[in-house]
Nanobody, 120 residues
C-alpha cells in the first residue's frame, strides 16, 4: 500500500513562513513527480508547485516567488516552504506523487491533506 504522509501546517501568523513535509511510504519502484496542491472552499484543487526526481520544478503563477520545493530522493520526501504567508494562503495543502512500478505502470497518489490557517 503506497501512501503519502503529510506533516506541518496548523496556525501560521500572517507574514511568517510555512514548512510542510510529505513522505512517501510503502512498496514501489520509484517516485517521480512530487508536489503540492491547495484546496480552498468552493474551489477545485489548485496546483502550487511540483518537483521531478531530476530536479525540474513546475511552479504556478500564484506560488512563484513565495513558495519553493525541495526533496530528498533517497528518502522519498518532499518539502514545501512558504514565505510571507497571507490570509489567502489558508487552505488544505495536499501532497501528490506519481509512483512507478518495474513494468512502468504508474499511479497518482494523493495525501489526505493538511490544514493551514493564516491569521492576521
Amino acid at each position: 500500500q503506497v501512501q503519502l504522509v503529510e506533516s506541518g501546517g496548523g496556525l501560521v501568523q500572517a507574514g511568517e513562513d510555512l514548512r510542510l513535509t510529505c513522505a512517501a511510504t510503502g512498496t514501489f519502484h520509484t517516485v517521480n513527480r512530487m508536489g503540492w496542491y491547495r484546496q480552498t472552499p468552493g474551489r477545485a484543487r489548485d496546483h502550487l508547485i511540483s518537483m521531478y526526481k531530476n530536479g525540474q520544478i513546475d511552479v504556478s503563477d500564484s506560488a512563484m516567488g513565495r513558495f519553493n520545493i525541495t526533496r530528498d530522493n533517497e528518502k522519498n520526501v518532499v518539502f514545501l516552504q512558504g514565505h510571507g504567508l497571507r490570509s489567502e494562503d489558508s487552505g488544505v495543502y495536499v501532497c501528490t506523487a506519481r509512483f512507478y512500478e518495474l513494468d512502468f505502470n504508474y499511479r497518482n497518489v494523493w495525501g489526505q491533506g493538511i490544514q493551514v490557517t493564516v491569521s492576521s
